[in-house]
């Protein structure tokens, strides 16, 4: 029915040109860039860091519940801190194994390399403990901090090491040699390549007046990312962003998700890090608060078209989608409405996320709100899913946003739902007339 | 018989694959039908067939480019919204056997 929408003359014409000449254009830039090998290395590495933080962050709200003994609450402490002050040993790892993968080479050989090159670039530390003095990473430069510099030393330096292993700049072992032993000669030249520019940047920078590269990327890249681009508009954008990319029928947050990573986790792991020590959480915006209170959006639409559509065709997509939409799964709904290329949809669809952001942001702003600070995974339903990050006050929230977009979307449902119910008694007359 | 499906996450797709199965199994066909993330496609070879999920139908050049033994289709945007498994099926079973 998306056709006919455009039905007669120039519209039509005009809606085809647009379709078939802008609309590829379109979509071969949004996929250059998220086809791009780091924004795509980054995203999924990202994912591949939920166990742990998952994990870390059930920790944390187990711990900060009240009726937890002391004895229990310090180990899920530990457990938690360990989860969220190592972020970036475990971001390293991530990224350089699937980066590795991608290129084609060993992921585990890659992450070795990776982390190795990042501690050689991490400043150690000489602390005194009693009598002793002993010689550390300040764990404060493994987490939140030094999260920018793992990201940046983990692509760089395999796809350095990439390079040399698929141009063959190696030690080359006669064919006599067994090939799982040749193999390990190979990654020795390659390997001591990055390993050596890992040297060369830990020197050049400790000649500066920054002292190591940690302070460097600190000060020029993540403190003004994340007082610039961290802001409430900026998240705002990206939600509105990723739902408009949905009406040209692509997967927003797949596009998003890589720029939402580098403007709001590391507030999200810094928040994760203080709760974990006993102290105050920040940052309000962060990428976990991002996550848990786009809103359930994908719920409150198929609840529309369950319960108040009445054209039998969009009942029907509700009956699929109703399950499925309580994990935020909405591509029944994106296709079968369908949203995408539908005028009609397009207003309470971009804003559902962009109004649910700003109800969660102002009831933080009001003191109702605390701020999130653990992971929640996005498979959790709401209102359960605010509950956990933020207690009562998130799952009161959710039901807020819930009904909010339910309202949102109403006007344009039932638009949509009477064009449906024309068509159809059409068809059902014309059958008849025939 | 193989076909596999590739989406953004490999997650909606999955829904569609569940009701292709059934489809297939009532009517007697024997097919193994698979999902996976348009990135994983590699390792989800050799297959019948490729059919990328709407939201990533800008991938076709790229994947036809990469696998060109392979016939590669887009689900259309009705059948995957109402997750019309048997249609599906037939769409991809007639583009094996063209």
């Not at chain 1, 901090?145 to 292993?165: A, H």
Request: glycine residues 6%; aromatic residues 8%; charged residues 10%.
């Amino acid at each position: 029915m998306h056709s006919d929408l455009f039905e007669g003359g120039k519209v039509s014409m005009a809606n085809n040109s647009f379709k078939e000449n802008v609309l590829p254009k379109l979509s071969m830039g949004i996929s250059k860039f998220s086809d791009n090998i780091y924004v795509s290395v980054i995203a999924q590495g990202m994912m591949a860091t939920l166990p742990v933080t998952l994990v870390g962050s059930f920790m944390l709200i187990l711990g900060g519940l009240s009726f937890i003994p002391e004895a229990i609450r310090t180990p899920l402490m530990l457990g938690s801190t360990v989860c969220s002050n190592l972020i970036t040993i475990y971001v390293v790892v991530a990224l350089a194994g699937i980066m590795g993968k991608k290129l084609g080479q060993n992921p585990i050989t890659c992450a070795m390399i990776a982390l190795a090159s990042f501690f050689i670039v991490t400043p150690i530390s000489v602390f005194e403990v009693g009598e002793k003095k002993v010689q550390a990473y300040s764990m404060e430069l493994l987490g939140s901090k030094g999260m920018f510099v793992g990201m940046i030393i983990s692509l760089f330096t395999i796809r350095l090491y990439c390079v040399l292993m698929n141009k063959r700049i190696t030690l080359r072992m006669p064919d006599s040699v067994p090939k799982p032993i040749a193999a390990n000669f190979e990654a020795i030249v390659p390997g001591s390549v990055v390993l050596i520019s890992a040297l060369l940047i830990n020197i050049i920078f400790s000649l500066t007046s920054h002292g190591n590269i940690h302070q460097f990327i600190y000060t020029y890249l993540q403190l003004p990312l994340q007082s610039l681009g961290g802001s409430i508009w900026s998240a705002l954008l990206l939600m509105f962003i990723a739902e408009l990319l949905w009406f040209f029928g692509i997967h927003g947050s797949t596009v998003t998700n890589s720029i939402l990573t580098a403007l709001f986790a590391t507030q999200a792991y810094a928040n994760m890090e203080v709760v974990a020590a006993g102290g105050n959480p920040e940052f309000p915006i962060n990428s976990f608060f991002l996550e848990v209170f786009k809103g359930p959006r994908a719920m409150a639409l198929a609840c529309v078209l369950l319960f108040i559509c009445r054209s039998s065709r969009l009942k029907t997509i509700g009956k699929i989608s109703i399950f499925p939409s309580i994990f935020g799964i909405t591509e029944p709904m994106k296709f079968g409405i369908p949203m995408v290329f539908n005028p009609w949809i397009l207003v309470p669809m971009t804003m559902s996320a962009v109004v649910s952001v700003a109800i969660a942001y102002i009831a933080t702003m009001i003191g109702f709100l605390p701020i999130v600070s653990a992971n929640i995974s996005r498979m959790i339903p709401a209102p359960i899913s605010g509950f956990l990050a933020a207690g009562w006050q998130g799952a009161v929230v959710q039901i807020i946003q819930f009904v909010v977009i339910v309202l949102l979307y109403l006007p344009f449902m039932k638009k949509v739902d009477q064009n449906d119910l024309d068509e159809q008694k059409k068809n059902g007359s014309e059958k008849q007339t025939v | 018989m193989k076909i596999t499906l590739a989406c953004a996450a490999g997650m909606s797709t999955s829904m569609l694959v569940q009701k292709m199965l059934e489809a297939a199994k009532s009517k007697n066909i024997d097919v193994s039908i698979e999902a996976c993330p348009v990135s994983e496609l590699s390792s989800h070879l050799p297959t019948d067939i490729i059919l990328l999920g709407p939201q990533v139908s800008y991938q076709k050049d790229n994947v036809t480019k990469n696998y060109p033994e392979y016939p590669v289709i887009v689900i259309d945007m009705m059948d995957y919204g109402m997750m019309n498994g048997a249609k599906v099926l037939d769409n991809a079973l007639a583009a094996i056997n063209k």
